[in-house]
């Protein structure tokens, strides 16, 4: 076991093999980077209790001493009571600013109250769960899971498995090839640019958040989008409007109907769009906002149509 106490702006250099990384901290910032070379952390601010730092058995954590469990500091982060009671514990306010260099086979596992995260370019599993602050993730490609209670959640270029989880925080996936993507929200937004060339499997549950997907044109899948009360738009000829009082239905076939797409919502609007053949992602994510307030970096599905 080889363990380090950082009090305030820090390198260190791990020489030993990482295959995870467990970081819990409060507020501040998480960056986690895949490179070659040992893991690193860099610390570049810090105020109030000092970091606690361990290896052992591959397993690197980055947390306090007096936090619980992953189990435990999970559970903690689910609602925005629990997480006042949590801070009502502290005698003072705690603040992190770290940065973190792993293998990119790294399994990454980040937990936050306050403090932003971003992950880019690991290809093991990654799973990050904070209540009130935003989520970014780029280029990973294996299994994924983001869960926040009012932050927002940005995804870029992501590969594998994607599940995304938020109460009231936007849900916003550009460029997307994802074999698999699930997101869920009561009243966020969610909005879905897909780029996959292969079939994928696509599901979108909602209280009242709208939700934007937009896919390529020669799409393969079969499309069920439903809502209550919200309006429902397509700009595929193959996708028809119907449904009794009381709900309404978007659905057809696009292609063979190989992949799927699964809308599920109360009262939000439900909108599926053709993505261009030909588009620079990044100037688009400039020129379009999606779904809510305040900026972000997605295309604004809900309105295009």
């Known amino acids: 076991m080889s363990q380090w106490t950082v009090e305030g702006p820090d390198r260190i250099t791990i020489e030993e093999t990482v295959r995870t990384l467990q970081v819990r901290t409060i507020d501040g910032t998480v960056n986690v980077v895949a490179a070659e070379g040992p893991a690193r952390l860099e610390v570049t601010e810090l105020t109030g209790e000092p970091l606690h730092v361990t290896l052992v058995d591959g397993v690197l954590t980055v947390t306090y001493k007096d936090l619980s469990g992953w189990n435990e500091f999970g559970d903690v982060l689910k609602s925005v009571e629990s997480v006042k009671g949590f ?9 992190a600013a770290v940065t973190l260099t792993v293998p990119a086979g790294t399994e990454v596992k980040v937990g936050t109250v306050s403090a932003a995260t971003t992950v880019s370019g690991v290809t093991g599993h990654v799973s990050t769960q904070t209540a009130g602050a935003d989520v970014t993730l780029v280029g990973l490609t294996g299994r994924t899971e983001a869960r926040t209670v009012t932050g927002d959640v940005d995804a870029q270029a992501v590969a594998g498995q994607l599940r995304l989880n938020t109460v009231s925080g936007r849900l916003t996936v550009v460029a997307g090839t994802a074999e698999k993507v699930s997101a869920n929200s009561v009243t966020g937004a969610v909005t879905l640019d897909l780029a996959a060339a292969t079939p994928t499997e696509i599901k979108v549950n909602t209280v009242s958040g709208a939700v934007g997907v937009r896919l390529p044109s020669l799409a393969d899948t079969k499309v069920e989008a439903g809502t209550t009360s919200g309006d429902l738009s397509s700009s595929f000829d193959q996708l028809k409007v119907g449904g009794s009082w009381g709900t309404k239905r978007l659905s057809g076939q696009l292609g063979d109907g190989q992949g799927s797409l699964s809308v599920t919502t109360v009262s939000g609007a439900v909108t599926v769009l ?29 309105k295009e149509a």
């Open 87 to 95: 801070f009502s514990s502290f005698k003072r306010k705690r603040t």
């Open 274 to 302: 053709h993505r261009p053949d030909a588009e620079d992602d990044t100037q688009a994510a400039a020129r379009e906002l999606p779904a809510g307030d305040g900026p972000s970096t997605g295309p604004d599905l809900t």
